[in-house]
């Protein structure tokens, strides 16, 4: 992935008469944080030349919408309203997949439907040559052409279905278990306990409850299995992961649970926001409403570096976000700072749409005064 990523300008190739969204754009132009980001390029699939053959070229859009040639020496196939992988159709709208071609430099990013988010993103695809994904939750992953010509495939399902051995439902979760995980720590009433979370939340953020799609959410006995089975090489360090309806929890950590948790709500009832300290701000306010020792802690950690709160840091992406654990805590109170100036419902509605900037302006309002005016009272 990062040879692929070594150059100055990438083709995104879309399929004829297929328009890109804007925030597919977006997404696209921001995956790359560890380099300066190369220059996006867009043509149509009839519109490439000979010459255009010898650039770095992403595959983007609806596999069935592309012509057969284009995926002539990839192992996905064409069929209608979707892609082939290994004898097994994927047609759902929620289906997608990941590819990196031996020589790398084609990449294929393939989703059926357009209102899903682009999932490979947030698995940051790339220590496998391949992913297919169903929503949120990776199908496939290794790599199908080893310098010795095997191919080397993780079946998930399978694999999960080998390590979690008990499954608890609720209104709002399935919690699945581990083989080895220690049944006295696990009771029937847990789904209950865990559901009025969700209801409280909900009420503090004056959001009813209805159409939250039940989470899946996945408890492991280390970290390292965790990122195993979400594809995470470890030199990361990944306790827990939201992936939409979709969690992965280290042990039994009801901190880390909720924490995932809040953002699995946020997203399905308000919305995501793309940006690192507005989504962690914004779940880390929440902690706010269930202890009141959770602000004063965040505060005194706030004070304790006052210096890192930014308009830089406001604006960091992933790679300059989460680079201190201590910005979680800054981005918790300096939203709580945002809402109590323009209330809750505004600050809804912006993140929702990721127009927080639009909104301040509307209020005569700037990050920079903001940040003045909350260093000075807190």
């Known amino acids: 992935m990062l040879h692929f990523y070594d150059a100055d300008t990438i083709l995104v190739v879309l399929p004829d008469d297929y328009m890109i969204k804007e925030s597919d754009t977006h997404a696209l132009e921001n995956f790359v944080f560890w380099k300066d980001k190369p220059i996006y390029t867009y043509k149509h699939e009839s519109e490439l030349q000979t010459m255009d053959t010898l650039k770095r070229i992403q595959f983007f859009g609806p596999a069935y919408k592309f012509s057969p040639k ?221 202890n009141e020792a959770a602000y004063t802690n965040d505060l005194k950690a706030f004070g304790d570096n006052r210096k890192l709160l930014t308009p830089a840091l406001i604006s960091a992406e992933n790679v300059g976000f989460f680079k201190d654990m201590v910005n979680y805590s800054i981005s918790g109170v300096f939203i709580a700072y945002i809402i109590e100036k323009v209330g809750l419902e505004a600050f809804k509605a912006a993140y929702a749409e990721n127009k927080i900037d639009e909104m301040m302006k509307q209020k005569d309002l700037s990050l920079e005064h903001l940040i003045e005016g909350f260093k000075k009272v807190k």
């Open 70 to 290: 284009t995926f002539s020496d990839i192992p996905f196939q064409i069929i209608e309203d979707g892609f082939e992988f290994k004898g097994r159709r994927f047609c759902k709208a929620q289906d997608a997949f990941y590819y990196m071609h031996p020589s790398g430099k084609r990449i294929y990013t393939c989703r059926n439907g357009e209102d899903h988010p682009l999932v490979y993103i947030g698995f940051l695809a790339g220590a496998y040559q391949l992913y297919v994904f169903h929503g949120n939750e990776i199908i496939y992953s290794g790599n199908d052409a080893l310098p010795s010509g095997e191919s080397r495939l993780n079946d998930m399902d399978k694999l999960r279905d080998n390590y979690f051995c008990r499954s608890i439902n609720s209104r709002y979760f399935k919690l699945h278990f581990p083989c080895t995980f220690a049944l006295d720590s696990v009771h029937d009433s847990l789904g209950t306990e865990l559901d009025d979370y969700v209801n409280q939340l909900c009420h503090h953020l004056n959001m009813d409850t209805t159409n939250i799609q039940r989470i899946n959410t996945y408890f492991y006995t280390s970290r390292e299995e965790l990122q195993y089975f979400i594809a995470a090489p470890l030199w990361q360090t990944i306790y827990g992961k939201s992936f939409g309806d979709i969690n992965h929890i280290t042990g039994f950590d009801l901190a880390t649970f909720k924490h995932e948790t809040g953002h699995s709500i946020i997203g399905a009832k308000i919305g995501f926001n793309p940006s690192p300290f507005f989504m962690e701000g914004f779940r880390q306010f929440t902690d706010y409403f269930f």
